[in-house]
């Protein structure tokens, strides 16, 4: 017996109920950080054999489509990784430039100028007492200078190490997590109405923030799961 009018009917009007709640779900997370667009597919229902002549049994929704871009989620991470380390670099170097205090008059460059002219001026006038004071106080002073720019590049190699450290910790959480929804991801797949694609988007918000720690980059698995690489070293495999 074949199936009746009124339940594919009933088929027909659930299925294309979902299609409206996931366009109603896509409206909503318009502004929702991660979130990608999403759409039912449906698909033709098993087809039933009556009597030697198959019958069709409506309409379901096969799956839930997510409107990703494997090559501009990959670009949106390289570019991310390289920002930050923009953003990285431009911060030490105004520190470093802090330091230096180049070009101006409590520069090294200008202090040590100085010294050698003064040198230079004493080598002709050995004598004159005033001017071995003055040299005796400006070697002094440069030699002030050189110790507080050891400080203080200290102070910004100690601050670049706590960084890093941080990077680390940071980084070997997001691995686990991406793991972890490596596993979520493969569970859930192969059910249509499953939160695969909440878990994708998600995932996908984890791989952009450890592109911005280090530069990692994946490769799809057929489950859905991805594998993280980071020069060449693997960090996550299924």
Do not use: W
């Not at 460059?109 to 004071?133: I, K, W």
């Not at 695969?196 to 998600?202: A, C, F, P």
């Amino acid at each position: 017996m074949g199936i009746p009018s009124l339940e594919i009917g009933k088929r027909a009007l659930i299925a294309q109920r979902l299609g409206l709640d996931v366009t109603g779900n896509n409206i909503a997370n318009v502004n929702t950080p991660g979130y990608s667009r999403r759409s039912a597919i449906l698909e033709e229902g098993s087809p039933i054999n009556v009597s030697g002549k198959y019958l069709g049994s409506g309409s379901l929704v096969s799956k839930l489509q997510s409107f990703r871009n494997e090559f501009i989620d990959k670009e949106i991470r390289s570019a991310g990784a390289r920002l930050t380390g923009y953003e990285s670099d431009i911060e030490f170097y105004q520190r470093i430039e802090s330091v230096l205090a180049e070009p101006s008059d409590l520069g090294v460059g200008e202090m040590t100028s100085e010294y050698f002219n003064l040198f230079n001026e004493l080598s002709l006038n050995p004598e004159n007492q005033a001017l071995r004071d003055h040299v005796i106080e400006h070697s002094r002073s440069l030699a002030q200078r050189f110790n507080a720019m050891a400080t203080d590049f200290a102070a910004v190699r100690s601050d670049a190490l706590k960084q890093l450290d941080q990077g680390v910790t940071s980084a070997n959480k997001l691995i686990e997590e991406i793991a972890q929804y490596n596993q979520l991801i493969s569970n859930s797949s192969a059910d249509p109405t499953s939160q695969s694609q909440t878990y994708i988007d998600e995932r996908q918000q984890k791989l952009e923030e450890l592109s911005k720690i280090m530069h990692a980059t994946s490769a799809d698995e057929k489950n859905g799961s991805v594998n993280v690489f980071a020069n060449g070293i693997n960090l996550v495999t299924g």
